[in-house]
């Protein structure tokens, strides 16, 4: 007990020991001033075992790259303070059960294993103020040897340049690493998981590389992780979730900006994150690329402009994607939905891409509401594979200038909802959508300006109300229709077209619709049942409903521009409307 060695600088050359000093079961002991440059080359210079309380202080047991400087194995109240330890296989290393064991101001650089923790139950423990530059490994626990790690305090070190990892934190719950730690110009950041329980927080801490490697690695398998404030910049990942379960983890005010993808996880199941107010810009593959996450928030104004890609979600349910900024400059994939479904996307702004918000496989029962992807080249598309697409909703979205405003090719759509969209001044069509089944695009939507207003290209009871297919200088189609069946068209305003409606082999009814000044009001062919009632249909250049099939349209009860009715088409320079081959008696 309390004993004290003081070696008074003297050196002990021991140079084929495999433990220069060994102590076992003191409780007190205090070592100083030893000095073992070289020694045990591949054993250990320090070994404490068992035991309480012991201080090794202003010990030098560097070595030449082997063997370990300073060992303490189920020992409790270890201090160490100012020893050096470079170049070893482990630096200092603290193995087997323990608690409240320290190294401070420790030089432990040019290491393989700077400071190491292994095995056992160890709590309290802390490493502060210590060099651990140029190791390979900065500070590790778990890793290798397994054991649960708690409470630990790590601050104020030196983990520049290391040629791995800066830190490894396996096993690691209740702990904090925190601003004062030094990591930059590391191959990889820090890596945590293997079991982490809740409570371990990573903050404000500067973990950049040069356009590789990892800046935070989380293992499988760990709970209650909070990132805050971490610089991740330039690496090939900013932060990497490996495969296997995760949840309730935290992202918050974090700077992935110029890596290849700012936030990337593997597969897994990956639940219940929060991921909000990080800069996630400029990244050269994608911003944030997220596989089978579920109930997780992605908002809070994240930066994701100047991307290649903005952000992609694979398998997910029930997330919650608001606010988020992933604008490109003409190319590369806002934000894309693969498979997702329950999801609500939420005033997300993504303009001029190639696709501004894209949801595709079997993404169902999503809702996209207040989004702008203007002045894309698709704002919003759908693209069905391996089964049909359902209940998703699109709403008061802005998809004005686009080529196309709200696309949707291939595959099986059913029960579809679209309101107050503004499709308006597209180049194409302002909706391009195939095989959609009873779906409404729904009143307050503009399709004004645009080149053409709606295609519907095969599908039923799919309804059309309340909308503005208006064009000008009687050019381009306002609604389209083809191998559409029970197909409703209800207060549509169509002016300005060539053709105002047009329908391919379409059965339905149109009725309260207003078109004038078209080229042709209304084009037909093929109809097997098709009726337009209620109706203004005036003005129209060339035709008010021109019917390009023997099959009979039902044009009655329509208002024509003249309280005599329509005219047929001979002879053709009367001045009311002009119809072929339709029923038209009984007029308004």
Same mark, same amino acid.
């Given at each position: 007990?309390?004993?004290?060695?003081?070696?008074?600088?003297?050196?002990?050359?021991?140079?084929?020991?495999?433990?220069?000093?060994?102590?076992?079961?003191?409780?007190?002991?205090?070592?100083?001033?030893?000095?073992?440059?070289?020694?045990?080359?591949?054993?250990?210079?320090?070994?404490?075992?068992?035991?309480?309380?012991?201080?090794?202080?202003?010990?030098?047991?560097?070595?030449?790259?082997?063997?370990?400087?300073?060992?303490?194995?189920?020992?409790?109240?270890?201090?160490?303070?100012?020893?050096?330890?470079?170049?070893?296989?482990?630096?200092?290393?603290?193995?087997?059960?323990?608690?409240?064991?320290?190294?401070?101001?420790?030089?432990?650089?040019?290491?393989?294993?700077?400071?190491?923790?292994?095995?056992?139950?160890?709590?309290?423990?802390?490493?502060?103020?210590?060099?651990?530059?140029?190791?390979?490994?900065?500070?590790?626990?778990?890793?290798?040897?397994?054991?649960?790690?708690? +409470?630990?305090?790590? +601050?104020?070190?030196?983990?520049?340049?290391?040629?791995?990892?800066?830190?490894?934190?396996?096993?690691?719950?209740?702990?904090?690493?925190?601003?004062?730690?030094?990591?930059?110009?590391?191959?990889?950041?820090?890596?945590?998981?293997?079991?982490?329980?809740?409570?371990?927080?990573?903050?404000?801490?500067?973990?950049?590389?040069?356009?590789?490697?990892?800046?935070?690695?989380?293992?499988?398998?760990?709970?209650?992780?909070?990132?805050?404030?971490?610089?991740?910049?330039?690496?090939?990942?900013?932060?990497?979730?490996?495969?296997?379960?995760?949840?309730?983890?935290?992202?918050?005010?974090?700077? !992935?900006?110029?890596?290849?993808?700012?936030?990337?996880?593997?597969?897994?199941?990956?639940?219940? !994150?929060?991921?909000?107010?990080?800069?996630?810009?400029?990244?050269?593959?994608?911003?944030?690329?997220?596989?089978? !996450?579920?109930?997780?928030?992605?908002?809070?104004?994240?930066?994701?402009?100047?991307?290649?890609?903005?952000?992609?979600?694979?398998?997910?349910?029930?997330?919650?994607?608001?606010?988020?900024?992933? +604008?490109?400059?003409?190319?590369?994939?806002?934000?894309?939905?693969?498979? +997702?479904?329950?999801?609500?996307?939420?005033?997300?702004?993504?303009?001029?891409?190639?696709?501004?918000?894209?949801?595709?496989?079997?993404?169902?029962?999503?809702?996209?509401?207040?989004?702008?992807?203007?002045?894309?080249?698709?704002?919003?598309?759908?693209?069905?594979?391996?089964?049909?697409?359902?209940? &998703?909703?699109?709403?008061?979205?802005?998809?004005?200038?686009?080529?196309?405003?709200?696309?949707?090719?291939?595959?099986?759509?059913?029960? !579809?909802?679209?309101?107050?969209?503004?499709?308006?001044?597209?180049?194409?069509?302002?909706?391009?959508?195939?095989?959609?089944?009873?779906?409404?695009?729904?009143?307050?939507?503009?399709?004004?300006?645009?080149?053409?207003?709606?295609?519907?290209?095969?599908?039923?009871?799919?309804?059309?109300?309340?909308?503005?297919?208006?064009?000008?200088?009687?050019?381009?189609?306002?609604?389209?229709?083809?191998?559409?069946?029970?197909?409703?068209?209800?207060?549509?305003?169509?002016?300005?077209?060539?053709?105002?409606?047009?329908?391919?082999?379409?059965?339905?009814?149109?009725?309260?619709?207003?078109?004038?000044?078209?080229?042709?009001?209304?084009?037909?062919? &093929?109809?097997?049942?098709?009726?337009?009632?209620?109706?203004?249909?005036?003005?129209?250049?060339?035709?008010?409903?021109?019917?390009?099939?023997?099959?009979?349209?039902?044009?009655?009860?329509?208002?024509?521009?003249?309280?005599?009715?329509?005219?047929?088409?001979?002879?053709?320079?009367?001045?009311?409307?002009?119809?072929?081959?339709?029923?038209?008696?009984?007029?308004?």
């Amino acid at each position: 007990r309390s004993s004290d060695l003081d070696g008074g600088g003297h050196v002990i050359d021991a140079p084929n020991a495999a433990v220069v000093i060994h102590t076992g079961g003191h409780t007190g002991l205090t070592i100083k001033n030893v000095i073992a440059p070289g020694s045990a080359a591949s054993g250990i210079g320090v070994y404490v075992w068992g035991g309480s309380a012991a201080t090794i202080s202003n010990v030098d047991v560097s070595g030449a790259g082997s063997g370990v400087g300073v060992q303490a194995d189920s020992a409790s109240g270890v201090v160490l303070e100012s020893v050096l330890a470079r170049q070893r296989a482990t630096g200092i290393g603290f193995g087997g059960d323990g608690q409240g064991n320290t190294a401070s101001a420790c030089d432990c650089s040019g290491s393989q294993f700077g400071i190491r923790f292994l095995g056992g139950v160890q709590q309290g423990n802390a490493a502060s103020v210590c060099n651990c530059s140029a190791c390979q490994y900065g500070i590790v626990t778990g890793w290798g040897g397994g054991g649960s790690f708690s +409470s630990f305090t790590l +601050s104020q070190n030196d983990l520049r340049n290391c040629s791995q990892w800066a830190m490894i934190l396996y096993g690691m719950s209740e702990t904090d690493v925190g601003a004062d730690n030094t990591c930059t110009n590391c191959a990889n950041g820090i890596a945590v998981g293997n079991g982490n329980g809740p409570g371990v927080r990573i903050h404000d801490l500067d973990l950049s590389g040069a356009g590789t490697g990892y800046g935070v690695y989380v293992s499988a398998d760990s709970c209650n992780i909070v990132i805050e404030r971490v610089q991740a910049r330039q690496r090939g990942n900013g932060i990497n979730f490996a495969q296997g379960d995760h949840q309730l983890d935290v992202i918050s005010g974090c700077d !992935f900006s110029g890596c290849q993808i700012g936030l990337y996880s593997e597969q897994g199941i990956h639940r219940s !994150f929060s991921v909000v107010n990080n800069d996630v810009r400029d990244c050269t593959e994608w911003g944030i690329d997220l596989v089978n !996450f579920h109930d997780t928030e992605i908002g809070g104004d994240n930066l994701l402009t100047g991307c290649a890609n903005g952000l992609i979600v694979w398998g997910a349910s029930g997330m919650n994607i608001h606010d988020v900024d992933v +604008s490109g400059i003409g190319t590369g994939t806002g934000l894309s939905l693969a498979g +997702s479904d329950h999801t609500v996307v939420a005033g997300v702004v993504a303009r001029q891409r190639s696709q501004g918000i894209f949801l595709s496989y079997t993404a169902s029962d999503d809702v996209v509401s207040g989004c702008d992807c203007s002045s894309s080249q698709y704002g919003i598309q759908f693209q069905e594979q391996f089964g049909p697409q359902h209940d &998703n909703i699109v709403s008061g979205c802005n998809c004005s200038g686009c080529a196309i405003g709200v696309v949707a090719t291939g595959g099986n759509y059913i029960s !579809f909802t679209f309101a107050a969209d503004d499709c308006s001044n597209c180049s194409g069509w302002g909706m391009y959508l195939q095989v959609f089944s009873d779906t409404e695009v729904g009143s307050g939507s503009l399709f004004t300006g645009s080149a053409n207003g709606i295609w519907l290209g095969g599908g039923q009871n799919s309804t059309v109300t309340g909308v503005d297919l208006s064009g000008r200088g009687n050019a381009g189609t306002g609604l389209g229709a083809y191998l559409v069946s029970s197909l409703t068209v209800n207060g549509v305003t169509a002016k300005g077209r060539g053709k105002g409606l047009s329908f391919d082999t379409v059965s339905g009814q149109v009725t309260n619709a207003d078109i004038e000044g078209n080229a042709v009001g209304v084009w037909a062919n &093929n109809c097997p049942a098709l009726t337009i009632h209620q109706c203004t249909i005036a003005g129209d250049t060339t035709y008010g409903v021109e019917n390009d099939s023997a099959l009979t349209v039902d044009a009655r009860q329509n208002w024509w521009g003249s309280a005599t009715g329509p005219t047929d088409k001979n002879p053709p320079n009367r001045s009311e409307e002009h119809t072929s081959e339709l029923q038209s008696l009984r007029h308004l």
